[in-house]
């Protein structure tokens, strides 16, 4: 098992920034990647970034790249998701994801996570 909590969610006027994290508890060892989604009103679960446990190998969805950073500190345990230049538009309930799978294919769908926090919202305002 593997325990997900997020926190740093608040509310945000354009143009500004937050600090998403992440902390992961349990099997660890067992995780492979980590990801962050989101989901606004009405839409669907949408993937936003995805880390390797190494931290080499980093992952975004276009409409966030160059504004948002995905980080990990394994050694704190923790999943960060830097977020600059923050639109009306990225206003949602954000999501951390954990896969334990033993092959990772997708890590931009969100049937490749197998644990999920509660979910932290991010409001911006226009």
């Known amino acids: 098992q593997v325990q997900l909590v997020e926190s740093g969610g608040g509310l945000v006027q354009a143009g500004g920034s937050l600090r998403l994290s992440c902390a992961f508890s349990?099997?660890?060892?067992?995780?492979?990647?980590m990801g962050w989604f989101r989901q606004a009103p009405g839409k669907e679960r949408e993937f936003v970034a995805a880390?390797?446990?190494?931290?080499?190998?980093?992952y975004y969805v276009g409409s966030v790249k160059g504004r948002f950073a995905i980080s990990r500190d394994n050694a704190k345990n923790t999943v960060y998701l830097q977020m600059n230049s923050l639109k009306p538009e990225d206003t949602a309930v954000y999501y951390c994801?954990?896969?334990?799978?033993?092959?990772?294919?997708?890590?931009?769908?969100?049937?490749?996570?197998?644990?999920w926090g509660q979910g932290t919202q991010v409001t911006v305002s226009s």
């Open positions: 994801a954990a896969d334990t799978l033993p092959v990772t294919r997708n890590p931009d769908r969100h049937d490749e996570y197998d644990y």
């Open positions: 349990g099997r660890t060892n067992s995780i492979n990647i």
């Open positions: 880390i390797s446990w190494s931290g080499l190998t980093k």
